[in-house]
């Protein structure tokens, strides 16, 4: 669909915020759920993109809903895309993929997020404080409003600083925020799968559902923890999408099998939001 850039702003050195104007996109999303996103080719063109979908502003009268994603610039198409200016075209499809369901009767939980992988997890936090997510006892696309706020643990990780995102977001959806990074810039020195197990372990909040979204390491570790601890997980996967919609094969994440040899899921399609059960880690 033709969009358009309402704001395009650094929120770090490596990190930006994107607003796009989308006539016609939805006025709701899962949390979880991504867009594709490409240049319309004539100024500095790049492949489509998948990027998690962090806000949605509905659309006002004659304005169109404006899109929020934030992005990581990492290599070319980033680059690109932090080159693009306010009032230029852009293309935009989705919303995309499944989204995390919220288990009924849900108390407390623990969220657990890394770099790129926050800003769905913080979408997801701001649906839990208003209570608009889809609930296990929901039809598919069904939300029930009018739920009290479940007790929000969050764990951010990152290599630096610079990695922690949304913490003004989780703290306005009243949630708990434990940091860790591995260069000791901010919160505690080291991976935030070493202040997750404790908190886990010891932890009165008996969350029956952990959340996560981040890089493969951290969430093939917090599965193990979860696993471990009989705590169910939903993890939310990253991969490279070309089509975004099940035409390409590309994005293919390998599954246990029961033996009879590999089989695989699509991130794009049947994602990417997976029981962390299903997936076969590394
Ligand atoms: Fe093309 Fe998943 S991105 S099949």
Not at 104 to 116: F, H, M
Not at 147 to 168: M, S
Not at 227 to 236: D, I, N, P
Not at 257 to 269: A, M, N, T
């Amino acid at each position: 669909m033709h969009a358009e850039i309402v704001f395009n702003r650094p929120i770090s050195a490596a990190y930006r915020h994107l607003g796009v104007a989308a006539p016609g996109f939805p006025g709701r999303f899962g949390p979880g759920q991504f867009v594709m996103v490409r240049s319309p080719g004539d100024v500095d063109p790049f492949l489509p993109r998948a990027f998690s979908i962090y806000r949605l502003v509905p659309s006002t009268g004659a304005a169109a809903p404006v899109v929020e994603i934030l992005y990581k610039v990492l290599g070319k198409g980033t680059r690109c895309l932090s080159r693009m200016e306010p009032g230029q075209a852009i293309e935009i499809l989705g919303p995309l993929g499944n989204s995390f369901i919220v288990p009924e009767g849900l108390g407390g939980t623990a969220l657990v997020a890394g770099g790129i992988g926050v800003p769905p997890i913080a979408a997801l936090a701001t649906a839990l404080a208003q209570s608009r997510v889809p609930r296990a006892e929901s039809r598919e696309g069904e939300v029930i409003s009018g739920q009290r706020a479940v007790r929000l643990e969050v764990f951010l990780g990152g290599k630096t600083h610079e990695d922690i995102l949304c913490v003004k977001d989780f703290e306005e959806a009243g949630a708990t925020v434990h940091i860790a990074t591995e260069d000791g810039s901010l919160g505690a020195h080291g991976l935030i799968t070493e202040i997750l197990e404790p908190f886990l372990r010891t932890s009165d909040l008996g969350p029956r559902t952990i959340f996560t979204c981040g890089p493969p390491g951290m969430l093939a570790a917090v599965a193990r923890l979860a696993e471990a601890r009989g705590v169910l997980c939903q993890t939310s996967v990253e991969a490279n999408m070309a089509c975004g919609f099940g035409a390409c094969m590309g994005c293919a994440v390998e599954v246990r099998s029961d033996g009879s040899g590999p089989r695989y899921k699509l991130v794009c399609k049947d994602g990417p939001v997976f029981d962390s059960r299903v997936i076969k880690w590394e």
